[in-house]
């Protein structure tokens, strides 16, 4: 056990998914300054879905917050918005335990910080490492933190508003997010667990090399984060992490990680191929010390060859590119994207003629859409070279992000679709066809673009389909269909990966052993 030469204790929850990097960073950041600080993992994403918590779990991270922990401070990472209402109801239940202090941060926090503070002693409206070591040890001394920077205090009865005091320009300096065991909670699923949750359950692992995104897509919170209203700083550039803080990093996670050989490292910067020379030097180092495949966010406009070819030496076997809808209309007026027709055709030309799969998002139930938007979109998935893959996400109409503002404006939403109230990311995070608020008409189209990329399906087929007005008021044969097609190509390309990495040595027995043996010798069941 570590001892901490300070009495304040603190609870740090993170809801609904247990990578959290946030959290994870701030909890390194509150051991450093010598707080006794204790995380739990409350619920998680499963089989890609995001779960509540259900009763039994929330009742007993109360009891574990409230009657073993008993912390000086609970901390709560609302880290979306979705998990608004699950953050009221953990903190009043743990003030019924006699928790006082309630402080919150996160991505909610920042975007509705007025929605917030009713709940709580202090909000950190900004990034938290430089200043949660300042709030801490005010409380550690029991003196007034009404001028804290960067939070929102509420101290008898009066809010003080504190500006951000400005971001810790280089990112090298901050700790790492903690994966230690020590102190760590898991719930999920009904389960308790004392332990880190990546040593409950193999999963895939998250990694930011950089802060920030240059672009300004309306449904989006990334570009809200850069501004000096958050920051405290004006037009605040991208800021990278140096590559070999980033691979201390890497080899810091394969030392906790027992599975770590086995991991797809996922790169979560919001644009990670932004500096070309960072690139380079990146790659030849990961390539030098890691084997793991890896993933990352590609923006179409940033494709380049030479990109391109570079990650395919190290691994990369496909692409994910955001490109949202396949109608330029809503991509450049509605979105705010800079990417063209023609800029994306070129990046997938690329992509393909470099023998690259390609993974593209495309976000559906856009109440923007009109039918030309959606025979647009039709057309020019059906036009690209195939295969490649579609991945749909249902538009969330989240808080203090601009297409929210203009949907309510124009009264194409209400007031309830807004995700606070919504909590549709519970149900629609991916994309399923049996959503009952969805447009037929939505449906028919999203099963067509389903179908328009897959090389089996002739595109005179998917045209006809298009042209139905039956189809248009009852979508279901067309919905069975795509299901139909997408089971096919799921289990001839799972056959084909496995199949692949056995034959080309990539898989060996030996690895699954070595990570078995680890687990068992750890004590972990494997799942
Ligand atoms: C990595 C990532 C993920 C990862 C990991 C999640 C995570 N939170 O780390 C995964 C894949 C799991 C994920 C899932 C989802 N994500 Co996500 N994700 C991100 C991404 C790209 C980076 C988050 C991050 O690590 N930032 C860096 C860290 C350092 O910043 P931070 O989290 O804000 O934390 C700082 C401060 O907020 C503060 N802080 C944070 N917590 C606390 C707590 C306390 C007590 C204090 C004092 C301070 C504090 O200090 C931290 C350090 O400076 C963001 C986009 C972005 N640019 O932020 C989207 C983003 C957070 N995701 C988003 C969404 C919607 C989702 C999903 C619903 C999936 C989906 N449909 O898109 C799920 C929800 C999962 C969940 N339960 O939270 C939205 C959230 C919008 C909203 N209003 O809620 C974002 C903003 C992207 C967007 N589209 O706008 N995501
Ligand atoms: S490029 Fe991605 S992270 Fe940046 S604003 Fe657009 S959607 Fe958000």
Redesign the pocket.
């Known amino acids: 056990m570590t001892d901490y030469p300070n009495k304040l204790r603190i609870a ?1 929850v993170s ?3 247990t ?5 994870r ?2 909890c390194a950041v509150m051991k450093g300054a010598g707080f006794e600080t204790h995380m739990v993992f409350l619920s998680d ?1 499963i089989q890609n879905d ?1 779960i509540p918590p259900s009763e039994w779990e929330m009742d007993r991270a109360v009891e574990l917050i409230g009657d073993e922990i008993k912390p000086d401070l609970l ?9 608004f209402d699950t953050a009221v109801k953990l903190s009043s239940r743990c003030r019924e335990k006699g928790i006082e202090k309630v ?9 509705c910080p007025d929605e917030c503070i009713e709940h709580v002693d ?1 909000l ?1 409206v ?4 430089e200043i ?1 070591p300042i ?1 801490l040890n005010r409380l550690e001394n029991n003196e007034s933190a009404a001028d804290v920077p960067g939070f929102w205090i509420k101290e008898n009865g009066n809010v003080t508003k504190n500006r951000p005091p400005g971001v810790v320009h280089d990112l090298d300096t901050l700790p790492f997010p903690d994966y230690e065991d020590e102190n760590k909670y898991f719930i999920c699923e009904n389960k308790f667990y004392k332990k880190e949750p990546f040593l409950v359950r193999v999963h895939s692992v ?1 990694v ?1 090399t950089s ?1 920030g ?1 240059p672009f300004h897509c309306t ?4 570009p809200y ?1 850069m501004t000096e209203e958050v920051t405290g700083v004006k037009h605040l550039k991208l800021r990278q992490r140096s590559v070999g803080n980033v691979i201390r990093e890497l080899h810091y996670l394969a030392d906790k990680l027992p599975n770590f050989r086995n991991l797809t490292i ?1 790169f ?3 644009v990670f191929v932004m500096k070309i020379d960072w690139v380079h030097e990146f790659v030849k180092r990961y390539q030098a010390e890691f084997k793991n495949p890896f993933w990352c966010y590609f923006h179409p406009t940033l494709v380049r060859d030479d990109i391109i070819k570079l990650f395919k030496g190290v691994g990369m076997r496909y692409i994910n590119m955001g490109v949202q809808s396949g109608s330029e209309r809503i991509r450049t007026d509605v979105y705010r994207r800079t990417d063209t027709d023609k800029k994306i055709r070129k990046a997938m030309d690329i992509i393909h003629a470099n023998k690259i799969g390609i993974m593209i998002d495309v976000i559906v139930d856009n109440p923007f859409d009109t039918q030309s938007d959606r025979d647009a979109a039709l057309e020019f998935f059906l036009s690209r070279p195939r295969p490649y893959t579609l991945n749909f ?1 249902s538009l ?1 109409f ?4 601009e297409i929210t503002q203009k949907a309510l404006a124009e009264g194409r939403i209400t007031k309830d679709q807004i ?1 606070t109230i919504d909590k549709k ?1 519970f149900y629609q ?1 991916n994309f399923h066809f049996g959503w009952k608020d969805r447009k037929p008409v939505e449906s028919l189209y999203t099963a067509l673009y389903q179908m328009s990329s897959k090389m089996f399906v002739p595109k005179w087929f998917v045209r006809m389909l298009s042209g139905s007005q039956g189809l248009r008021k009852n979508p279901k044969p067309a919905i069975r269909l795509a299901i139909i097609f997408n089971a096919i190509l799921f289990l001839w390309n799972r056959s084909k990966i496995v199949l692949r990495r056995f034959f080309s040595g990539e898989l060996k027995l030996g690895d699954f052993a070595h990570s078995i043996k680890k687990y068992r010798e750890a004590g972990i069941p494997m799942e």
């Open positions: 740090l809801l609904g998914n990578h959290n990097l946030g959290a960073q701030l994403i995001i901390a709560i990472s609302v880290s979306c918005s979705t998990f402080v919150w941060g996160g991505i909610h926090a920042l975007l202090y950190c900004t990034e938290g490492e949660v709030l998250f930011i802060r995104c449904y989006c919170a990334a984060f996922n979560a910067d919001d996400l969330i989240f808080p203090g992000v995700e990311a995070m």
